[in-house]
């Protein structure tokens, strides 16, 4: 995964800009950038609703960020000046209602999801949002964007090992109600891959709602 949380161009091509709230993704992100020899990208700190910057964007671009922000509608509002008309703003964000349906079929898979999902939203974040850029976007003042739903799926030990990882890193913010519920951590993994290969079917991950619009002139 990246780990600049979204990037903006700045209608040349040798020059790229990406911010991140994070200093640790920076510093990362800013070795990555040395390492790969670049001199046309830089970075800045800042919240995403409160990005001071004279420049204006061809785009700007965010993954799995507005879930976790209070007011989504006023960050997308205040990103709008950034961007040139007839640029992009184009955002990828969960959607976990086809993630639980798709996973109802496997007891185990389905525990395991339901608390995922429970984590992150008792946390505060906004575990639909994806599919609420829709009239997000509108009620920013921008136009009725276009979506699109993509899910992965998979039945390899490799694939349910990523949702293994995900419930591992999650476990200490999980209820220990729910965590009971998941039985001996130390075998979960091996009981979902047998779940999944016994069951001969596939298994989903939480799905990602691509959302996009380009800026009409004036607005
Ligand atoms: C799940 S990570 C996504 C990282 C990366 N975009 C990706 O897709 O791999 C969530 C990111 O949102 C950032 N974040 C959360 N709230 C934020 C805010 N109010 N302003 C800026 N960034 C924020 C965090 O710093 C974190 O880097």
């Given at each position: 995964m990246s780990p600049c949380w979204w990037r903006g161009w700045s209608g040349r091509p040798d020059k790229w800009w990406e911010w991140s709230a994070i200093s640790r993704s920076?510093?990362?992100?800013?070795?990555?950038?040395?390492?790969a020899g670049l001199?046309?990208?830089s970075f800045i700190q800042a919240d995403v609703g409160e990005v001071k910057c004279d420049l204006v964007f061809d785009a700007v671009v965010g993954?799995?960020?507005?879930?976790?922000?209070?007011?989504?509608?006023?960050a997308l509002r205040s990103l709008s000046p950034l961007i040139r008309p007839g640029g992009v703003l184009a955002f990828q964000e969960v959607?976990?209602?086809?993630?639980?349906?798709l996973s109802a079929h496997l007891p185990l898979w389905f525990a395991v999801a339901s608390i995922i999902h429970e984590t992150f939203r008792r946390s505060g974040a906004k575990t639909e949002i994806g599919i609420d850029l829709f009239h997000?976007?509108?009620e920013a003042g921008l136009p009725a964007p276009a979506m699109v739903l993509?899910?992965?799926l998979g039945s390899d030990p490799g694939f349910t090992r990523l949702?293994?990882?995900l419930v591992h890193s999650l476990r200490p913010h999980i209820q220990p109600r729910d965590l009971e519920t998941l039985g001996d951590f130390d075998t979960l993994r091996q009981r979902l891959e047998g779940e999944v290969?016994?069951?001969?079917?596939?298994?989903?991950?939480?799905?990602?709602?691509?959302?996009?619009?380009?800026?009409?002139?004036?607005?």
């Amino acid at each position: 995964m990246s780990p600049c949380w979204w990037r903006g161009w700045s209608g040349r091509p040798d020059k790229w800009w990406e911010w991140s709230a994070i200093s640790r993704s920076l510093a990362r992100a800013r070795a990555r950038v040395t390492e790969a020899g670049l001199h046309n990208v830089s970075f800045i700190q800042a919240d995403v609703g409160e990005v001071k910057c004279d420049l204006v964007f061809d785009a700007v671009v965010g993954r799995l960020i507005l879930q976790f922000v209070p007011d989504p509608v006023a960050a997308l509002r205040s990103l709008s000046p950034l961007i040139r008309p007839g640029g992009v703003l184009a955002f990828q964000e969960v959607s976990y209602a086809p993630y639980l349906a798709l996973s109802a079929h496997l007891p185990l898979w389905f525990a395991v999801a339901s608390i995922i999902h429970e984590t992150f939203r008792r946390s505060g974040a906004k575990t639909e949002i994806g599919i609420d850029l829709f009239h997000m976007f509108q009620e920013a003042g921008l136009p009725a964007p276009a979506m699109v739903l993509e899910m992965p799926l998979g039945s390899d030990p490799g694939f349910t090992r990523l949702v293994y990882d995900l419930v591992h890193s999650l476990r200490p913010h999980i209820q220990p109600r729910d965590l009971e519920t998941l039985g001996d951590f130390d075998t979960l993994r091996q009981r979902l891959e047998g779940e999944v290969a016994i069951s001969q079917s596939v298994v989903p991950y939480m799905a990602l709602v691509g959302t996009w619009c380009s800026k009409p002139e004036g607005a």
